[in-house]
């Protein structure tokens, strides 16, 4: 797909979508629901349906597809019928505004605790490093049961499950998300998958499962209305690959051969997030932009993601080194970025501390340039 002449503002059509520019919400998860049911409420409903409005589409926060697959008490589901009919209202919502909306279907692996629905699953029984965040507080991350083949094909089905309820939704499409230490990421890099049999070893087997989702997922969507997360250099939550172009390299190729809408692949986050450069991202760092390097292995929509601004995202498109941007933070504190983005307004700042507190505070109050300026 050839960027060389766009923007973040020109237009991009694909056989099943006409999105009006290159500019969409990425997902971020804010534990907006309670946690007992995992059911998107009237906050969700006036979060993306004001984000929606303008952009190519927004990303929903990561879904789980069971309640073992979810690590975050207060972050919504995709496994019953009471989250389905949550999830309608939400659509229904964004689609009244004229936007589209992507379902991020998830499973958690080994980043869940046995305080909310088990002890976690994943390829190897590796424990993450520190506590995770539960329904009763802080606790240690625990030993991870190491799934069987008939474990991880029922996983696989519990996938195509998901995308089924999320057809039943109305979601306009689906992302994997194969990346940031879940499930899909673990088996994929060699520092949290140590498996000998048909899921492990190899870069063919260790791509195995995710492929596996992906097939499940086009069968109910179809690959015109499917994409996935990957982030090959990301730190967060203990991951590394050994030789992470030879794997992504493959992956993408694999992808590409599936036709799959999309990809969006992560800058890598040890960046973003200031956290401590190792040497193979310092190797990495020497030839350019994740995006530069990856683009070219696929031939779909190419989104970037993770600490672009509307000038840096602007010039990877024009660069030719990608189709799309996806912005998260800036989005969470500006329902209206698009018609900043075009005006040169100025910018919302976001509020960390309200990241992951209940209630409408530091999600759904943040103002319209406009209204805010007293023009509404």
């Given at each position: 797909?050839?960027?060389?002449?766009?923007?973040?503002?020109?237009?991009?059509?694909?056989?099943?979508?006409?999105?009006?520019?290159?500019?969409?919400?990425?997902?971020?998860?804010?534990?907006?629901?309670?946690?007992?049911?995992?059911?998107?409420?009237e906050?969700?409903?006036?979060?993306?349906?004001?984000?929606?409005?303008?952009?190519a589409?927004?990303?929903?926060?990561?879904?789980?597809?069971?309640?073992?697959?979810?690590?975050?008490?207060?972050?919504?589901?995709?496994?019953?019928?009471?989250?389905?009919?949550?999830?309608?209202?939400?659509?229904?919502?964004?689609?009244?505004?004229?936007?589209?909306?992507?379902?991020?279907?998830?499973?958690?692996?080994?980043?869940?605790?046995?305080?909310?629905?088990?002890?976690?699953?994943?390829?190897?029984?590796?424990?993450?490093?520190?506590?995770?965040?539960?329904?009763?507080?802080?606790?240690?991350?625990?030993?991870?049961?190491?799934?069987?083949?008939?474990?991880?094909?029922?996983?696989?089905?519990?996938?195509?499950?998901?995308?089924?309820?999320?057809?039943?939704?109305?979601?306009?499409?689906?992302?994997?998300?194969?990346?940031?230490?879940?499930?899909?990421?673990?088996?994929?890099?060699?520092?949290?998958?140590?498996?000998?049999?048909?899921?492990?070893?190899?870069?063919?087997?260790r791509?195995?499962?995710?492929?596996?989702?992906?097939?499940?997922?086009?069968?109910?969507?179809?690959?015109?209305?499917?994409?996935l997360?990957?982030?090959?250099?990301g730190?967060?939550?203990?991951?590394?690959?050994?030789?992470?172009?030879?794997?992504?390299?493959?992956?993408?190729?694999?992808?590409?051969?599936?036709?799959?809408?999309?990809?969006?692949?992560?800058?890598?986050?040890?960046?973003?997030?200031?956290?401590?450069?190792?040497?193979?991202?310092?190797?990495?760092?020497?030839?350019?932009?994740?995006?530069?390097?990856?683009?070219?292995y696929?031939?779909?929509?190419?989104?970037?993601?993770?600490?672009?601004?509307?000038?840096?995202?602007?010039?990877?498109?024009?660069?030719?080194?990608?189709?799309?941007?996806?912005?998260?933070?800036?989005?969470?504190?500006?329902?209206d970025?698009?018609?900043?983005?075009?005006?040169?307004?100025?910018?919302?700042?976001?509020?960390?501390?309200?990241?992951?507190?209940?209630?409408a505070?530091?999600?759904?109050?943040?103002?319209?340039?406009?209204?805010?300026?007293?023009?509404?």
């Open positions: 797909m050839d960027s060389k002449k766009a923007n973040l503002f020109s237009p991009l059509t694909t056989t099943s979508f006409s999105f009006p520019n290159r500019i969409a919400m990425a997902a971020l998860t804010r534990m907006r629901c309670d946690y007992n049911t995992c059911v998107p409420n906050l969700h409903v006036k979060y993306y349906s004001e984000r929606a409005r303008k952009c589409f927004v990303l929903t926060e990561c879904t789980s597809i069971s309640k073992l697959g979810n690590n975050f008490p207060g972050a919504c589901g995709i496994y019953t019928d009471e989250q389905v009919e949550g999830w309608k209202k939400v659509i229904d919502a964004v689609h009244k505004e004229g936007g589209k909306i992507f379902l991020q279907i998830w499973h958690c692996g080994r980043a869940g605790h046995s305080n909310d629905g088990g002890l976690p699953v994943a390829p190897s029984p590796i424990p993450l490093k520190g506590q995770a965040h539960t329904s009763k507080g802080k606790a240690d991350y625990e030993v991870p049961h190491e799934l069987t083949i008939e474990e991880i094909k029922e996983i696989v089905e519990q996938f195509r499950k998901g995308a089924e309820n999320a057809q039943k939704a109305g979601f306009d499409g689906l992302e994997l998300h194969a990346a940031n230490g879940y499930l899909v990421d673990e088996f994929l890099r060699d520092g949290t998958n140590k498996r000998t049999d048909i899921y492990g070893g190899s870069i063919e087997n791509s195995r499962f995710c492929l596996e989702v992906t097939d499940a997922l086009i069968s109910v969507y179809g690959k015109d209305k499917v994409g997360k990957l982030c090959p250099l730190r967060y939550q203990d991951m590394f690959d050994s030789d992470p172009k030879a794997l992504y390299f493959y992956l993408l190729k694999q992808l590409s051969d599936r036709n799959v809408l999309f990809i969006e692949l992560a800058e890598c986050d040890a960046v973003m997030f200031g956290k401590e450069i190792d040497d193979q991202i310092r190797e990495f760092a020497k030839e350019g932009t994740l995006a530069s390097i990856f683009r070219k696929f031939n779909g929509i190419y989104v970037t993601n993770c600490g672009w601004t509307k000038e840096t995202g602007n010039q990877i498109i024009e660069d030719g080194h990608a189709d799309m941007v996806t912005f998260g933070r800036l989005f969470l504190a500006n329902p970025l698009v018609e900043r983005f075009q005006n040169n307004w100025e910018l919302n700042e976001g509020n960390v501390k309200t990241w992951f507190t209940p209630g505070e530091g999600y759904t109050d943040y103002p319209f340039y406009e209204k805010n300026n007293g023009n509404i």
